[in-house]
């Protein structure tokens, strides 16, 4: 199985702060990783996929990027709605795979 | 909008078998891969296994010897069975539709997801 690593497991930030969440992969997964969202009580949410496409209606302010087998969750300009849950996903094998998750917090 | 709904017992006895529905509307299940995903309470989330509308099936190794997913296209909905259930079953269990652009897949939309608690 291919681990997903994330980090940290959680943060704390003010709103307007630019956040910044990294998932390692044991092994190269290419550009296959996905993040979504989750808020207590709820379904995740889909935020990223291929590691820096946007999925429709997502905020631009969420963005994605890759280096090797290094990715990462930018949060621009921290919003209320956005102190949160945030897994990675790998979709580049079977099983698929999850981060542990980093949560936002508020400061 | 495509919607899923997941439907079951929220308590089951240990060494039972938990059975879960999950029904999709504003769509057809047909073309679409399906998967059932869960999250001990407080945890992250782990992929059980997905089915095709035709059918075929994929679990996760880690379940593979207790879990079986079918489908019923008549009734646009897709089961989930997970045998010989411990405390460590105990999860929110959400279903989930498979998207994909090219290589790329991903799991939305999903289900609210339903609690399944495992105890005598």
């Known amino acids: 199985d291919i681990q997903m690593t994330q980090s940290p497991s959680s943060l704390s930030a003010s709103v307007g702060d630019t956040v910044t969440i990294t998932c390692r992969a044991s092994?190269?997964?290419?550009?296959?990783l996905n993040w979504y969202q989750q808020k207590p009580g709820k379904a995740p949410n889909l935020l990223i996929y291929?590691?820096?496409t946007l999925q429709s209606g997502v905020p631009s302010r969420f963005s994605g990027s890759v280096s090797g087998t290094d990715f990462t969750l930018t949060i621009s300009s921290l919003q209320p709605e956005d102190f949160a849950t945030y897994f990675c996903?790998?979709?580049?094998?079977?099983?698929?795979?999850f981060g542990q998750g980093t949560t936002v917090e508020i400061k | 909008q495509v919607q899923l709904q997941e439907s079951g017992p929220g308590l089951v006895t240990p060494s039972e078998t938990l059975s879960l529905t999950c029904t999709v509307s504003?769509?057809?299940?047909?073309?679409?891969?399906w998967s059932w995903i869960r999250q001990p309470p407080g945890k992250g989330l782990e992929w059980i296994g997905y089915?095709?509308?035709?059918?075929?099936?994929k679990y996760n190794p880690s379940l593979k010897s207790r879990v079986s997913v079918s489908v019923d296209t008549s009734k646009n909905q897709f089961s989930l069975k997970l045998s010989s259930v411990t405390a460590a079953d105990t999860a929110v269990y959400y279903c989930?539709?498979?998207?994909?652009?090219?290589?790329?897949?991903?799991?939305?939309?999903w289900g609210q997801g339903t609690l399944v608690t495992v105890s005598s």
């Open positions: 989930a539709r498979h998207g994909n652009s090219g290589s790329y897949s991903w799991f939305d939309p």
């Open positions: 504003g769509g057809s299940i047909s073309s679409y891969y």
């Open positions: 089915i095709h509308h035709s059918g075929s099936t």
């Open positions: 092994h190269s997964i290419t550009s296959h």
């Open positions: 291929g590691a820096s």
């Open positions: 996903q790998q979709s580049y094998s079977s099983p698929r795979t």
